[in-house]
């Protein structure tokens, strides 16, 4: 069972008159493994500095000795100075030492170490406890039987053998087998670390360019386009068959193949963003070395690069390792990118980077990996007690988030991220609307550098606004490099038939949105300075593009023409609600900061006065938005009475057929219920969500996961559930038909967005993080991990309770209640009948 | 090598389906061969065979039972018949082609009235309307890549239905040209490009058909004419223009019991 194996962390018992105590051999082994990068925990009764004088303490391991003493609660860490006292359980007695343990389990865990990568031997029933899924071997076991382990594990290692995930079905996403779906399984399985992804390329493919891509770098083109890098993970192989699957919880893409022989592992490291790491073994029938069919040894560094010409580059080296281990075959490669968003950067860079690797080696790179990759889920835990298969396809849409954007410099961040090259990596409102607010509460940092993308586009915006006759800043419908309107004016169809593009021209909402995301970021973060520094602008000088932009009627009444809401069935309207009322909050928002800022005067005052005067559709006998201004007069066309949704409307019907009818393709109005519940009338969802879910087709991937979040927000999160479910899964099961191109993003933004601001009803505000949990009936509980302020929290609400977990106060608010403030560790509250009636937003 | 058989009548269309009949036969590389069905004076069939330069076997027996025999025969590999005297004509196909469409285990060219035009003057186009299920796409992939080996362009039709629509469009612009190579590589890998319409499928499909430049339409079919059937296959054969190459979907094809006939001889 454990010969095949590679466990990064062993649990063993070291007590007389146990077989293994004290044996040198068994010793020598501890103290190799350990400088393989294993972490051994060695659990005794005894005193600790007998065990440790029996143990050699490690000089220049990457893993750890750490000594776990039940009996009295303790946990050292071995070193070269002796035991240390790492943690001790602040209770008297725990049985079997229950608590060190687990400490011990959470220190692993914290480091990407879990479930099946961890070995327990010996007599150690508590150890088996903590350490969930672990491999047990026996208490039987006698001393050659653990020093065949320990020597497998040490073969492994020297020999450079493909390591082990965790192979947990909570955590692993398998790649769809079918030859159509080898697109679809591409995208599905991209690894990535946010400031460059590979997408999950078989290793034989030898047309695999553009399949690696960096953040932010375009080509020069008039309509740029994400630069593909070349397939860096190449390897000949044949004859494999293709059962891969994605480690969600570490990161890495494994491959294996029973006959012939194969496996793979491969990594874009999370801890040192510009290298990559791959192995391989196989049958020397199946994995051919690279130089010639069976050479073995070191490689000289390959160089390949891409792009420049005008546009921005990407350079990658590589170096192989290679050796036969009787009829096997074993590859290391070790790697290294760099990018530039203008021109090629030098091959010299990527060799200097690569020349560092040398020490590290991969152990290490995996090892750091591993922790890092941990450290992002520690703010981002997503637990779905009661339904498996919908907290996998959470956890996986999280995953890609993660994966996203880097967490430092700026971020752009397309519809399908760095997955891949669909929409030429353009960011549109997607980056602003659906996936910042999930990164400002699960990687903060990474909101801030998209943020800063938008920041640094600002004079862009500016310029766009002055070349329209308008003033402040006008941030284009889709941007890349310099922030300039990159949308594509026409696009050639697979028919040869040319489409006019307009999005560009009437799609303004995007510029609210970018002020409405600083702002959410704030809410979440509590960066506060963020607005009161640097950022204001995105909110000062998107208010003031709307005050030029607004027209005043002869009414008195304030009106936005000729724009193009979310529902981009009818491409050029009046008054559309959502944009005008984003507008309106636009203005407020800003008329408020330049209070904050001690800068108000003329023009706030303008800005108010604009926003009061804006027409919203709203009409308060109805309690519904017109969409836009003679949305009511067109036909009455409802989404069922076509087909059952989701559908493309569209194609389906052509686009002047649709834009005769009350058809639309995602929420538009009820956009405003989700973004800025406080700008719609009190009651208003209900109303809204009814009428327009019924003229929703959701055509457009953004549709499911907001309905959902929405429906949840009304008091029906058994309706929202389905909604909810075919927005997780839209890419496993390739809904859309255009997951090859790459991975819906923001739908996975959305879909966070549903679990947090649907199901759990959490909204953060300046003062409180407001919380009203709505779970569907087939779900236990929800836990998210989330950062909110300074806090690292935990939120898991079931039908009855909630529970706070945080490491810094955190002052919630219960629908109804005031704030609770709630210092660490946290608090549980009772929830109300959960079939009660609540106030709606 | 198998034969493209071309079935020839008396009347005016014998000139056209000798003509497609050795368009396709030079294409694909086989051998083409006339049949006709004595009911009177052959000189007609004989002079157009002659002119066309195909030979001509007179067949003796009744019509339909006798050319379905000589469709059926192993070594032919297609069959080409006429649709109708005139464009004008009452039904898409006269009967004797209607019973080789309905029950032949392979597939039929049915040659419009006046549809020769330029056949096969490179390049040739073939266009394939695809309904969007593998079965039927299957059904057609043998001919697709003949054609394509050939050289010939392959234009993939696809009217959206409610079923076959793309779910999702976030940016048609963007989206469809994606949609649409998955829909080609799922469909039609060998297609070129695809033609995507909205509407009635038979009508669009018709209309296709009669308006695209093409040379070729090819169609995969259940072989069921009944009421609520082939409504593509009737409307497309009652306006194309262009011969119309027809390929049952296997396991769906009538069953015709030939037994009571007496053989057909061969002269």
């Known amino acids: ?841 | 090598m198998t034969t493209v058989l071309a079935a020839i009548d008396a009347g005016p269309t014998g000139p056209a389906v000798l003509h497609v009949a050795a368009g396709l036969a030079e294409l694909t590389g086989r051998a083409a061969l006339a049949v006709h069905v004595r009911e009177g004076d052959t000189g007609a069939a004989e002079a157009a065979a002659t002119a066309a330069g195909i030979p001509l076997r007179v067949l003796d027996g009744p019509v339909e039972a006798t050319l379905l025999r000589a469709v059926d025969d192993p070594t032919v590999g297609l069959a080409v018949f006429g649709a109708r005297a005139v464009p004008e004509g009452a039904r898409p196909v006269g009967h004797v082609a209607l019973l080789a469409l309905e029950h032949a285990a392979k597939a039929v060219v049915i040659v419009p009235p006046n549809g020769a035009g330029t056949f096969f003057e490179p390049p040739v186009r073939v266009l394939v309307p695809l309904e969007a299920t593998t079965e039927s796409s299957e059904a057609v992939q043998s001919w697709i890549n003949v054609f394509c080996g050939v050289g010939a362009e392959i234009v993939a039709l696809h009217v959206v239905t409610p079923r076959s629509a793309p779910r999702m469009l976030d940016h048609p612009e963007w989206d469809l040209p994606q949609w649409s190579d998955e829909f080609i590589e799922h469909f039609c890998p060998a297609a070129a490009r695809i033609d995507l319409r909205t509407g009635e499928p038979h009508r669009r499909v018709a209309e296709a058909s009669r308006d695209e430049p093409v040379d070729l339409v090819v169609l995969s079919w259940s072989q069921d004419t009944s009421a609520g059937h082939a409504a593509v296959v009737r409307a497309v054969l009652s306006r194309s223009t262009t011969p119309v190459l027809l390929v049952p979907v296997d396991g769906r094809r009538q069953v015709l019991d030939l037994t009571a006939d007496r053989p057909a001889t061969v002269r």
């Open chain 1, 1 to 841: 069972m454990t010969a095949d194996r590679t466990f990064e962390a062993l649990c063993c018992r070291w007590n007389p008159p146990d077989a293994c105590s004290g044996a040198p051999e068994i010793r020598d082994r501890i103290e190799e493994l350990c400088t393989f990068g294993v972490h051994v925990v060695v659990v005794s009764d005894l005193d600790p500095a007998m065990v440790a004088g029996q143990l050699l303490p490690h000089s220049e391991g990457r893993g750890s000795l750490h000594l776990c003493l039940p009996r009295v609660g303790q946990v050292h860490e071995v070193t070269s100075s002796g035991p240390s006292l790492r943690w001790r359980d602040g209770c008297d007695h725990r049985p079997e030492g229950y608590g060190a343990l687990r400490w011990i389990a959470g220190w692993l865990a914290e480091r990407g170490i879990t479930g099946s990568l961890v070995l327990v031997v010996g007599d150690v029933p508590a150890a088996s406890a903590a350490f969930d899924r672990a491999v047990v071997v026996d208490t039987a076991v006698e001393r050659p039987r653990f020093q065949q382990i320990l020597d497998e594990q040490l073969d492994r290692r020297r020999s450079g053998r493909v390591p082990s995930v965790d192979a947990d079905p909570a955590w692993s996403i398998p790649l769809p087998i079918e030859r159509l779906a080898e697109g679809a399984a591409e995208a599905i399985g991209t690894i990535g670390n946010g400031w460059a992804a590979s997408r999950a390329v078989l290793e034989e493919r030898v047309d695999g360019s553009g399949t690696f891509l960096v953040n932010g770098v375009f080509t020069g083109d008039a309509v740029p386009t994400l630069v593909g890098g070349s397939n860096w993970s190449s390897i000949a192989v044949r004859d494999a068959s293709t059962t891969r699957s994605l480690d969600l919880r570490t990161g890495v893409l494994v491959r294996e193949s029973a006959d012939p022989p194969l496996r793979t592992f491969k990594l874009i490291s999370a801890h040192r963003p510009h290298v990559l790491a791959l192995r391989a073994e196989g049958s020397s029938n199946c994995l051919l070395v690279p130089g010639d069919d069976g050479a073995t040894g070191e490689r000289d560094a390959q160089v390949t690069s891409s792009g420049g010409r005008g546009g921005g580059g990407i350079v990658i080296a590589t170096a192989d390792r290679a050796q036969a281990v009787g009829d096997d075959r074993l590859v290391e490669r070790l790697g290294a990118w760099a990018a530039s968003p203008r021109g090629r950067p030098s091959d010299d860079v990527v060799q200097s980077l690569l020349a560092d690797l040398e020490g590290a080696g991969f152990d290490r790179i995996l090892a750091e990996h591993r922790a890092a990759w941990a450290e992002r889920w520690s703010n981002a835990a997503i637990s779905i007690t009661g339904s498996p298969e919908d907290e996998l396809s959470a956890r996986f849409a999280v995953f890609h988030l993660l994966a996203s954007a880097p967490d430092a410099g700026e971020a752009a961040v397309g519809p399908r991220g760095l997955t891949g090259p669909a929409y030429g990596g353009h960011v549109f409102w997607d980056a602003d609307v659906f996936v910042l607010p999930a990164l400002a509460a699960i990687r903060p940092s990474a909101a801030r550098a998209m943020l800063e993308y938008r920041l640094r586009r600002l004079p862009a915006a500016r310029a766009a606004a002055l070349a329209s006759g308008g003033r402040g800043a006008r941030f284009p419908w889709e941007s890349a490099t310099d922030g300039t309107d990159v949308t594509p004016p026409i696009v050639t169809l697979s028919s040869g038939e040319d489409v006019l593009v307009r999005t560009d021209e009437h799609e303004e909402h995007i510029v609210a949105d970018v002020a409405w995301a600083a702002d959410e970021y704030t809410r979440w973060t509590g960066d506060t300075a963020f607005l009161t520094t640097a950022g204001c602008d995105l909110v000062l000088d998107t208010a003031r593009w709307w005050a030029g932009r607004i027209r005043v009627g002869a009414d008195g009444r304030a009106h936005l023409d000729h724009v193009m809401g979310p529902d981009e069935y009818h491409d050029e309207v009046d008054d559309n609600a959502f944009t005008n009322v984003m507008a309106r909050w636009n203005l407020r928002r800003a008329a408020a900061l330049a209070d904050e800022l001690g800068i108000a005067g003329d023009e706030s005052s303008e800005w108010r006065l604009l926003a009061d005067r804006l027409v919203d559709g709203f009409d308060p006998a109805t309690g519904l938005y017109e969409q836009f201004a003679g949305y009511w007069d067109l036909e009455p066309l409802l989404a069922a009475q076509v087909a059952e949704p989701p559908f493309a409307a569209d194609a389906l019907l052509g686009t002047d057929r649709v834009d005769r009818s009350q058809l639309i393709k995602q929420p538009d109005v009820l956009m405003l219920h989700h973004m800025i519940p406080s700008e719609t009338p009190p009651g208003s969802l209900e109303w809204n969500l009814d009428v327009y879910t019924a003229r929703t087709t959701h055509g457009s991937s953004l549709s499911p996961a907001i309905h959902a979040a929405l429906y949840a927000r009304a008091g029906r999160p058994d309706d929202a559930l389905p909604l909810f479910r075919m927005a997780a899964r839209l890419d496993l099961d390739d809904i859309t038909g255009t997951t090859a191109s790459g991975l819906h993003l923001a739908t996975m933004g959305g879909v966070w967005q549903a679990l947090a601001y649907g199901f759990l009803g959490l909204r953060p505000t300046s003062r409180a993080l407001e919380i009203d949990p709505r779970l569907p009936r087939s779900w236990d509980a929800l836990e998210l991990g989330l950062r909110y302020g300074q806090a690292r929290a935990r939120i898991r609400a079931d039908h009855e309770r909630l529970h706070l977990k945080c490491d810094a106060p955190v002052t919630l608010r219960l629908p109804g209640g005031l704030p609770h403030a709630c210092p660490p560790p946290g608090a549980t509250f009772e929830l109300d009948d959960p079939d009660a009636p609540r106030r709606s937003p």
